[in-house]
């Protein structure tokens, strides 16, 4: 922000109204003189008021200057025409909302509620109660299935690690019932589960009803609901998220016209590598796909694109590729500190060690619009003083970064290393020189 200062002229000459008053002007020649030191003085005014405005008027005109930059950045970033009933783009390296429009409308997620069955069920994997080789049988529940399926029958034993292709490749609503119930103990103890992990996450307009994701009233989430869902499976399950780039799968003794991967994008865009698809006739056709390109810099760069209530298969996967083509275009991806590396190290007081390393554990990158790195700025908002003890991983503060002297995003900053509170007599010590200062 433009900080507008006021600028003052101590004792102008034009001020001094007093002094006009008392000249006296004789028709002699020191009434010319007199004349000519009127002029002098009206002159000087004049000059004095005109500098005053211009300084005046000087921060306004930048101010004026920024916003219209602001502005002009603001139209160059407006993203394409989305085909489709609500969508969102997030930097997830950057963690930044690019673009979204109605992401906080209720709506179904149809099968993306396969997304929270397959976060319990890796958490399931993760905690060691069930493993991948482990066979589960189908019930009946399971076989009567409607809608997308894999095609299994209660005559099977099937490996978790085929379920779990089953409901994530071919979106097998069965498979996902037989998940349900082996994790859960029943469909119904699974669902209280979702929902309180929802919760957790939180994901604040989500309800469950079910895990496979057909039409039931209550049944509801939103774009920035199924952002959160999807940016934490991937970061707390990496060693599985590579499931969601399988093309295709198919269980032995199941229909070979059943094997493709519904996510059209795996087979149009090589950087594309998730996420999943849905699709009712409530909630239209979506896509939740996810991309990784190199970004000069940074490394690998990662964008999720959620398109929800798109007219067709073939319009969720062309909106999505839009979406995440404008997002690598639009905006370029800057890494401003390397992980663990210190952006500030204030003084401590009352503590073991004199300084607090303040930064974070990952990179700090942020996605700002193409071409314009030479017009960030950052500023660190801290705390003062900084009085231990401070634990590794708290929050401390905040990278402020301006763009055109304008706040474009606040990167919170962590404790890197712990700082113990001092003994007694350091603590003491501290405390009369902070009474001092």
């Avoid at 099977?156 to 690690?161: A, E, G, N, T």
């Avoid at 707390?236 to 059209?264: H, S």
Wanted: charged share 15%; with cysteine.
């Amino acid at each position: 922000m433009y900080k507008v200062i006021a600028l003052t002229h101590e004792r102008s000459l034009c001020a001094q109204t007093p002094l006009f008053k008392k000249i006296v002007m004789p028709p002699t020649l020191s009434s010319r003189i007199a004349r000519c030191g009127l002029c002098a003085l009206l002159l000087v005014c004049a000059f004095e008021q005109a500098q005053a405005e211009a300084q005046t008027q000087a921060p306004a005109q930048a101010q004026a200057k920024a916003q219209a930059q602001v502005q002009a950045i603001a139209l160059a970033l407006q993203p394409p025409e989305i085909a489709a009933h609500a969508y969102l783009l997030v930097d997830v390296t950057a963690q930044q909302v690019l673009a979204q429009s109605n992401a906080d409308q209720p709506v179904e997620p149809a099968s993306l509620t396969k997304l929270m069955s397959a976060y319990l069920v890796f958490q399931a994997l993760k905690a060691k109660k069930i493993k991948l080789e482990q066979t589960m049988p189908v019930s009946e529940r399971a076989w009567k299935m409607q809608g997308s399926r894999m095609f299994i029958d209660p005559k099977m034993q099937v490996p978790v690690l085929d379920l779990i292709k089953g409901m994530i490749v071919q979106s097998g609503n069965d498979a996902t019932i037989v998940l349900a119930e082996g994790v859960g103990g029943t469909v119904e103890h699974f669902v209280e589960m979702m929902n309180a992990q929802a919760q957790t996450l939180g994901m604040k307009n989500t309800g469950y009803k079910n895990p496979e994701g057909l039409t039931v009233p209550g049944h509801i989430t939103t774009a920035k609901d199924l952002s959160i869902l999807a940016m934490r499976l991937m970061q707390d399950f990496p060693e599985f998220v590579g499931y969601y780039a399988i093309k295709q799968y198919r269980y032995p003794g199941t229909p070979a016209a059943n094997q493709n991967n519904r996510n059209l994008l795996l087979f149009r865009d090589p950087s594309v590598d998730g996420l999943k698809t849905g699709h009712t006739d409530a909630a239209g056709f979506c896509l939740i796909a996810t991309a990784k390109r190199d970004a000069p810099g940074v490394g690998s760069r990662r964008l999720l694109s959620i398109v929800l209530g798109a007219s067709s298969e073939n319009a969720r996967a062309a909106e999505s590729q839009k979406l995440l083509n404008w997002g690598y275009t639009a905006y370029e991806a800057v890494k401003l500190f390397g992980a663990s590396q210190p952006v500030v190290t204030p003084l401590v007081w009352k503590g073991q060690s004199n300084i607090a390393k303040l930064g974070r554990f990952q990179p700090i990158v942020v996605a700002i619009p193409a071409g314009a790195i030479g017009r960030v700025q950052t500023q660190v908002a801290r705390p003062e003083p900084m009085v231990a003890p401070f634990l590794r991983g708290q929050t401390v503060g905040a990278l402020k970064v301006t763009l055109d002297q304008q706040p474009w995003v606040d990167v919170p900053l962590v404790v890197l290393e712990t700082v113990e509170q001092a003994g007694w007599i350091g603590r003491t010590w501290d405390s009369l020189r902070l009474w001092v200062k």
